[in-house]
Structures are given as structure tokens and as C-alpha cells.
């Protein structure tokens, strides 16, 4: 509950504070459920004035219900679908990263989750010409392999250096420099990143399990709490801002051996989707060792488990190849 307090809103100065104190009233929830008649007679005060508070206090602190019709339309209005570059992984998202939302990669060592963010980096940096803020929480991310994704995606230097420049990359070790860098942005360093061409559209960390999970288990209970923050500075800043959030996390095994998603029960609430990466044994076994399977284990659009294969090579394969194996890809399908 809100406690009143002087300056709240027009009108509520220390005189009538007191007086509604002294009446029984502290909370704005006092205020909003009493009798305005009844309490301007006790208070010795103005109705009309009284009854203008009691708007004010409500326009502010009251939750109004709002239709689905306009959920929809707000839906429709600010919702943008980000590709990822690979028509596989597009597919497996129903066309892309969602604006708005937290999707997850989540994977063993060696597959591909650190990969499949940087080709969405440059996909989105290149061919979208959008802004990307980039946390890197292992240490994983080299500026050479962002060159080398750009050098398939355009031969033209100046595009690739441009590129890179919309490109905002963090790096952080530590669960509370993610709390402080996320903070930051909500606070306006999204819209000093824009600087430079493009919007920022999308934000990446990998990995957040790498700062959380050390935390978590045993006796160090504040653990769940950093996540709880995280999670909520994460949700909150795609949302006001219309971002796609992406985050990758390690995997354990249950009771049961199966693989599944790292950081426990309460995280699995947070992302809108999760992928579980794979190396494909059967493709390393005929030299194709950059091959991974996509399952879609937590979607609110599509089935889950559905599976799609994908190449890691694909964000640096030369324009004209990847050109040639889109077209051939639409006459097959």
C-alpha cells in the first residue's frame, strides 16, 4: 500500500496530509475506498477539491483493464519481426526474433550458441541496418570473427565498417555489471546507441547462465534474487523499447538424463521462446562437423519439438553462394 504523502498530487499539501491522518486516512487505498462526502465533512475541506485528489490518485495508482481488441492493435503497432539470417532458424521462430520478447539458445559446449549470435548480430547490423548491443559475458566474442561474417555478408569496406559501428559491444564478468549495464541502457543508453545509424533493435547476451549460475545452489541465497533482477530489467527494457532480447544458456540433465535448459524452474518462465542446440553426430561423422539441430522446446506461436538442422557456415559463406543456395532453396520448397 501507498502511504500519502505531501506534494503526491495537486492539492495534497502537509495541512491536509495531517488532517487526513488524523481522520483515520494514510494510504491512497484509504482515500480511494471511503466516502468523499463523509470524509470532506471530517476533514473540514473542500468536496469538489477532495473528489479531485481522489481522480488524481486513482489515474495514478489504480490499474485499469484494458480490451483485447486494443492489446491487439497495440500488438500490431509496435511488433517487429527480426530475421536471423538463416531461413532454418527463421522457420523455427516463425520468421524471426519477436520484438518485445526474450528468446533462449540454449546448448552444450561446442553447440553453436555463441556463433549462432554473432551471424544474428551481423545479419541484423548488415542486411537490416539496424543497431545491436552486444554483452559478452565469456569473453567469446572477437572483432576478427565479426569481420569475417561481414566479409561474406558484402565485399563494399565502408558498409562493412559501418556495420561494425552499429555494433554496441559490453563486456561484463560479473552478474551485478550486467544489472548496472542493463540499467544503464533502460536509462538512455539505448537511445545513445542509435548514434551512428539505426535504431537498436536487438539486444544479446551470451551467456547469461555464466554470471547467475555461480551464484545459484548452496548457501548463497542471493543467487535467485540477482536472476529475479535480471530477468525483470530484461523483460521490461524489451518491451518499452521494442527490442528482441537473446540470451543463451548452458544445459543440465534431469533426474531422468534428459538434456534441458539450464538456471531451474523460475527462469524457464522468463524467455517467450527457448531453442535447444545440438551438435548432429550422424553429419560430423561425414565431415559436415558445422551442422547443429534446432528444437523448439518453448514457443506461445508453434508446436513444440519441432526440429529443424542448420549450418553454422551459413553466416560466412560468400554473397553469391548463399544467394545462389536461397533461390535454390525456394524452387525446392
Known sequence: MVVLREGMCPG???????????????????????????????????????????????????????????LYEELLSSTAILSTGNPSL???????LYTGEITELS???????????????????CQLKQSVVFIDTTGGLTASRLLQMLQAETSNAEEQMAALQRIHIFRLFNVFSLLDCLHGLRGGR??????????VKAVIVDSVSAVIAPLLGGKQNEGMSLMVQVAGVLKTMAKDFNVAALVTNHVTRSVGGEV??????????????????????RAADLGHSSVRSATLIKSSRRPCHIREQFDLQWWSRSTEESSGKRKRDETGS
Open 12 to 70: 495534497l499539501d502537509e495541512d491536509l496530509v495531517r488532517d487526513l491522518r488524523a481522520a483515520g486516512i494514510t494510504t491512497v487505498e484509504d482515500v480511494v475506498s471511503s466516502d468523499i462526502e463523509e470524509l470532506a465533512q471530517r476533514c473540514t475541506v473542500s468536496y469538489k477539491a477532495l473528489f479531485a485528489i481522489r481522480r488524481v490518485l486513482l489515474a495514478q495508482h489504480a490499474a485499469f483493464p484494458v480490451s483485447g481488441a486494443d
Open 107 to 125: 546448448g552444450g559446449p561446442g553447440s553453436g550458441k555463441s556463433q549462432v549470435c554473432f551471424g544474428v548480430a551481423v545479419h541484423i547490423s
Open 190 to 199: 539505448l537511445q545513445q546507441a542509435c548514434v551512428g545509424g539505426g535504431s
Open 260 to 281: 534441458q535448459p539450464g538456471l531451474g524452474v523460475s527462469w524457464s518462465h522468463i524467455p517467450r521462446t527457448r531453442i535447444l542446440l545440438e551438435r548432429e553426430e
Open 90 to 96: 527463421d522457420k523455427l521462430l516463425d520468421s524471426g
